[in-house]
């Protein structure tokens, strides 16, 4: 029994010898990262030895490893990076069946673009909630990428409307915590669902273009995910005060996390307050709060639970675009939208947006390699745009016992720059009489002097109305979306080989989307009457007839409503998208390439809930029949690092997308008519083909990207809505205009490059190069509910518009930019740039382009038409080139136990003034009018253009602890 026990005991330490030595023969290397200044561990680090594809990540304590990998032996260079850091080199040498302990090693924050983009948020969040599409600012760029030219993009190129590769942001793919924030509607962002929360959003990852990314297939401009989770943030607090003249006046975030505590709970609170009476532009209000919350569980060191909440309530007084003659009068900055009432700036047309997201995500490393992400997200709230409604009447019987309509019209039109009130509208005729004269001299000194809606003067209407037993006239009403969303994902991330990593996800969408006019404010009157009197003027019906097809809602005829009451319209949209995504990436020593491949299908459903008078019975009311669309896509690309510090990058994409749900329906606010109705066939899907190529250039003293590419768009639909005097054989009316099998091209170069003179100062140039034209003719219709047309449904072809070769419109195709940036080792540090801007281009009229524009009312071609003139006319007007020039800089210190410090920026120093966009107006879309109109020399239906900031600041004060 003794000799057994012996060999027993001899068995047992022989073993743990054997383990202990196979392990101090095991290759390894690990070290800790820390924050340089607070000193605390820094959760996902990458870390990558430079010479081969093997990477690990630091864990939640800040800790890495290479274990279980085959790791090069000899000098090697490891690589330590992360957003919002200085990315580390380094120098270690690795022993064949030796463990190389690093410690620990500190990372110092990049304070150049943490600060820069604080200044980019605040810059794009005044421009990207307009909800007339004049703005093409590509915020999915807000991140802290590292590449010179996407910089550039982002923060100085940004404040022209500059769109990278000529594309709209519903082009770019926005994740909060995986999940896709891009709205249905629209196929863009909504910026400020989460606008005010900069302290939050510094953990962003970055997929340019159309390169791979981890989580979705992704878009033309690449997938920003966000990252909301209350673990990965910095443990301690920040208080920070801003002020500007850009979009708001003031703002102040105070933001705490608590880290991960021992018992594995991590909590995250951001609070933020942005307010001013106006911005740049005069009567644009801010007034905005945003709350946030984050809740994190490590349940074992396998699963986490993380809860995500953030409540954003916003409302912003907007601008509109003004034409030439506006300009010359009252300047840039001027808004005819706001007015005082009872000594206060009140602004008619103002944006509210109030959508609280919800979200959990369950975070589950089900092996060291393997990972997989469930998210759950819920969205509800509401999004508004008031203006004013002047087409007040009343329902009244007359001498022969019927019922008529008093209205359609009564009220003058109230906006200040309404053409019947400028001085050109008085000119108009060839030659002007001296009462002619002195009418537009007083229109154009009452446009000096005042210019501004007259708020009192809509109330007194209104208590007169009242005071004789009739209706208001004017009403404030809101254009309303209430939208519930349910979002849910699951997404896998497994490295199946050291060569191989394999991305999946399966994604559900199902929104119910509530659209109606609702009354905000009566404006001192009792009541307003729920009739399109547009339809009054109608003839050719008989008087119940026209009395039918004015009501808004046959269910509820003439009806009065009141505040809080919905009117006009009301209807549902109902959606649902199914997607699946899975991509293979491999990575060898010279060569990485991926593959992807993506599938969709999406469903719109219309249930109308008022019966239109213009479209009777199931036309309007109810649900209308569903619409499908499926999609698919692949896309890949490969890195071939050719010698050292050089590497070239090619991606390749083809794939389609449904149209989004505002271009699916022809009108929705009035009947369920699809597209594909009107079109008489299935509505087809956009089809997107696109290829880029880059030469990479990486030293210790210069980085440098030069990438060409060649997108092509086909098959896109546009709807848009306007006024026009102008349709052959029809006269005005209201119309949509519906524009299919729209084909563009987007063809272009990027470079980007800086050169790190010495340890403190860095040269950096960026440019842009684009040529972005409509690349076919496509068909345009246009449907009106007023008695315009005599076509079923009141719908007419007009064939093919001529678009073939004319630029698109939405910022400079071209744009460059020179500057410096020095960092000094006591945290202080300045830059500035100047950029060069070019090659922008009004927004044509479609309307224009199509054979309405050379016939007369008859519908027959005009006699004296010139196709020489008519050339002249149609020239797509190009926007002047310009220089600004930019600053930037800041300071932080060190306090005891707090740093402080300070961030500021002066954008457009020498005031420049320029035109940032703008556009044809369609009143006049035929040759003799437009003739006639070129012949003036202040035009009365001009384009109307906007103008950019001039001289801006922004400054930013913290604390740190």
């Known amino acids: ?501 394999l991305n999946a996800s399966v994604k559900y969408r199902n929104l119910k989307s509530e659209n109606f006019a609702r009354v905000k404010d009566l404006l001192g009157g009792t009541g307003f009457l729920d009739v399109d009197l547009f339809a009054t003027s109608a003839s050719g019906f008989s008087n119940t007839a026209l009395t039918n097809r004015a009501q808004s809602d046959l269910q509820n005829p003439n009806r009065i409503v009141g505040e809080g009451d919905r009117f006009d319209y009301n209807y549902e949209i109902n959606a649902a998208v199914l997607n699946g995504f899975v991509q293979a990436q491999f990575k060898y020593k010279n060569l990485d390439f991926f593959v992807s491949g993506n599938v969709a299908n999406t469903t719109y459903q219309r249930n109308g809930l008022f019966e239109n008078g213009y479209f009777p019975g199931v036309q309007s009311l109810g649900m209308s029949p569903a619409v499908s669309f499926k999609n698919y896509g692949v896309k890949g690309g490969a890195t071939f690092r050719l010698h050292g510090k050089h590497s070239a990058v090619v991606n390749a994409a083809y794939f389609n997308k449904a149209p989004t749900i505002r271009n699916t329906f022809v009108n929705a606010r009035q009947n369920n008519a699809p597209v594909s109705q009107l079109i008489g066939k299935p509505q087809e899907t956009e089809k997107i083909q696109s290829i880029d190529a880059s030469y990479v250039f990486r030293s210790s003293k210069i980085k440098a990207r030069l990438t060409g590419y060649y997108t092509k768009i086909l098959d896109a639909t546009n709807i848009s809505f306007f006024f026009t005097q102008a349709i052959a054989g029809s006269g005005a009316g209201f119309v949509q205009e519906i524009l299919t099998d729209i084909d563009k091209s987007h063809l272009g170069a990027e470079l980007g490059i800086e050169y790190q003179i010495t340890p403190t100062i860095k040269l950096k140039g960026a440019a842009g190069i684009g040529r972005f034209k409509y690349d076919n003719n496509p068909d345009l219709a246009l449907a009106s509910t007023s008695d315009i047309f005599t076509d079923v449904q009141g719908i007419r072809s007009f064939g093919k518009s001529s678009l073939k070769g004319y630029y698109l419109s939405g910022g400079p195709q071209n744009a460059a930019q020179l500057g410096f940036e020095y960092r000094d080792p006591k945290f202080w540090w300045f830059g500035a740039t100047t950029n060069y801007f070019s090659n922008a281009f009004i927004s044509i009229s479609p309307f224009a382009r199509t054979t309405n524009f050379n016939q007369d009312v008859d519908g027959l071609p005009f006699n004296d038409f010139d196709q020489n003139i008519a050339n002249n006319l149609l020239k797509q007007e190009q926007f002047d080139a310009y220089f600004l020039v930019n600053a930037i800089g800041g300071k932080s210190w060190k306090i005891d136990q707090y740093y402080v410090g300070f961030f500021a920026s002066v954008n457009n120093i020498f005031n420049q003034q320029y035109r940032t966009g703008g556009f044809e107006q369609t009143r006049n879309a035929n040759y003799r009018r437009a003739l006639e109109e070129s012949k003036r020399q202040t035009p009365v239906f001009g384009p109307k253009y906007f103008y950019g900031f001039g001289t801006s600041y922004y400054i930013n004060f913290y604390v740190r602890f």
């Open 1 to 501: 029994m003794i000799l057994k026990s012996h060999v027993s005991k001899i068995i047992v330490v022989l073993f743990l010898s054997c383990i202990a030595k196979t392990h101090a023969q095991q290759t390894n290397v690990k070290g800790r990262i820390i924050d340089a200044i607070s000193k605390e561990n820094i959760a996902a680090v990458a870390i990558r030895i430079k010479a081969s594809t093997i990477q690990s990540t630091t864990n939640s304590f800040g800790v890495f490893d290479f274990k279980n990998e085959t790791l090069p032996l000899g000098e090697q260079i490891l690589i330590i990076s992360k957003p919002g850091y200085i990315t580390k080199r380094f120098p270690i040498v690795i022993n064949e069946g030796k463990l190389l302990d690093l410690k620990k090693i500190t990372l110092q924050h990049d304070f150049t673009i943490a600060q820069s983009q604080i200044a980019t948020i605040s810059l794009s969040d005044a421009e990207i909630n307009d909800a007339d599409d004049t703005s093409f600012t590509v915020a999915a760029l807000l991140h802290a990428n590292r590449d010179t030219f996407l910089n550039a993009a982002a923060f100085d190129f940004s404040a022209t409307f500059f769109r990278p590769r000529g594309l709209n942001n519903e082009n770019g793919k926005v994740l909060i915590n995986g999940i896709e924030m891009n709205k249905l509607a629209t196929g863009r962002p909504q910026w400020s669902n989460w606008g005010g929360l900069n302290d939050v959003q510094r953990n962003q990852e970055f997929s340019a273009g159309i390169s791979q990314n981890d989580y979705t297939f992704g878009d033309l401009l690449g997938t920003s995910n966000i990252i909301m989770r209350a673990s990965t943030y910095r443990k301690g607090g920040r208080v920070s005060y801003a002020s500007s003249n850009r979009s708001y006046q003031g703002r102040i975030i105070g933001t705490y996390n608590s880290g991960i505590t021992r018992k594995g709970w991590a909590f995250s609170l951001s609070l933020a307050r942005r307010f001013g009476n106006q911005g740049f532009i005069q009567g644009t209000g801010y007034d905005a709060n945003s709350f946030f919350i984050a809740i994190e569980k490590k349940l074992n060191k396998y699963h986490s639970l993380n809860l995500t909440g953030f409540y954003t309530p916003n409302r912003r007084g907007r601008s509109t675009a003004i034409t030439e003659e506006v300009f010359n009068i009252k300047g840039a900055r001027y808004n005819p939208n706001w007015g005082y009432q009872d000594g206060k700036i009140r602004n008619a047309r103002e944006r509210s947006v109030k959508e609280p997201v919800l979200m959990i995500n369950h975070y589950w490393d089900v092996t060291p390699k393997t990972s997989i992400n469930t998210n759950l997200a819920f969205q509800t709230g509401t999004i508004a745009n008031t203006r004013i409604d002047t087409g007040g009447g009343d329902l009244v019987t007359n001498t022969s016992g019927e019922s008529v309509y008093l209205g359609g019209g009564r009220g003058a039109n109230t906006n200040p720059v309404h053409p019947d009130h400028l001085p050109s509208s008085f000119l108009k005729e060839a030659n002007p009489t001296a009462v002619d004269y002195q009418n537009a001299f007083l229109a154009q000194q009452n446009l000096i002097n005042n210019g501004q809606l007259d708020w009192d003067t809509l109330r007194q209407t209104n208590q007169q109305n009242a005071q004789q037993g009739s209706n208001a006239t004017y009403i404030l009403y809101e254009d309303r979306n209430d939208d519930t969303q349910l979002t849910g994902n699951i997404i896998l991330n497994s490295r199946i080989t050291n060569h191989l990593t």
